[in-house]
């Protein structure tokens, strides 16, 4: 199968694609250049995997939570290149796929992947490994809330839990009280996408670019300026 991956939810922006056994991936080492360099960025890896849009299967897009800029630059990039195509899009939850990543660099039965919301907060999702089957995962619940709330929400799950997050050592400096949990997701990335999408576009599950939408989980609110 033929797949554009696009993440740029939180931290880094990357793509990836996947023709047949082959995947090539590039990162956007630039965070405040995403919105110019994402789409030829995805030009980029295409053409260095032998593919042109009009030959693509699908284009998966990390859907959030995350950065509100950010999820409607990846989200707009990639819905572009779909019309472009005329092939269908799948956004891919961005916790969920962060919480199959990890399960390959952790044997914690709950994964508990966090993305950076406002200051002191995060995003975040329970998933528990089903059992016999380490590489399915339940959703047990998510939201939103403090650090401090966070630490007695994942209490009951402290004797086997994995917290992955994008930047671990920040992560454990505001939640001491889950430091000894934090799991460095630098191998979260846009290839982390194409596992979760291309099962979808197996099952003719995919949506048109039109349906798709940011997973936004809360108001922007822009910062005002000082009188």
């Known amino acids: 199968m033929k797949i554009l991956a696009i993440e740029c939810t939180h931290g880094v922006a990357c793509v990836a694609v996947k023709n047949g056994n082959v995947t090539v991936e590039r990162i956007n080492g630039e965070w405040q250049r995403t919105a110019e360099v994402i789409v030829p960025l995805a030009m980029q890896a295409m053409s260095e995997a032998g593919l042109v849009p009009s030959e693509l299967d699908g284009v998966a897009v990390s859907s959030g939570p995350g950065s509100f800029t950010a999820l409607r630059i990846g989200m707009s990039a ?53 059992e016999g089957s380490p590489d399915l995962l339940d959703e047990l619940g998510q939201g939103r809330c403090l650090v401090d709330e966070l630490v007695t929400l994942l209490t009951p799950f402290s004797g086997d839990l994995a917290i992955p997050v994008r930047d671990a050592a920040a992560f454990a400096t505001r939640s001491s009280g889950l430091a000894e949990f934090a799991l460095d997701a630098a191998f979260f990335t846009a290839g982390s996408l194409l596992a979760m999408a291309e099962t979808v576009l197996e099952k003719g599950g995919a949506a048109t670019p039109g349906e798709a939408s940011p997973d936004y989980r809360q108001i922007f609110v822009p910062l005002q300026k000082k009188q």
Do not use: D, N
């Not at 990639?78 to 269908?88: T, V």
């Not at 956004?91 to 709950?110: D, F, K, N, Q």
């Open 78 to 130: 990639a819905k572009g290149i779909a019309y472009g195509s005329g092939c269908p899009l799948v956004p891919v939850s961005t916790l969920a796929a962060m919480a199959v990543a990890a399960s390959g660099y952790t044997e914690a039965r709950h994964i508990v992947p966090v993305i950076p919301s406002r200051p002191g907060e995060y995003f975040y999702a329970i998933y528990r490994r089903q």
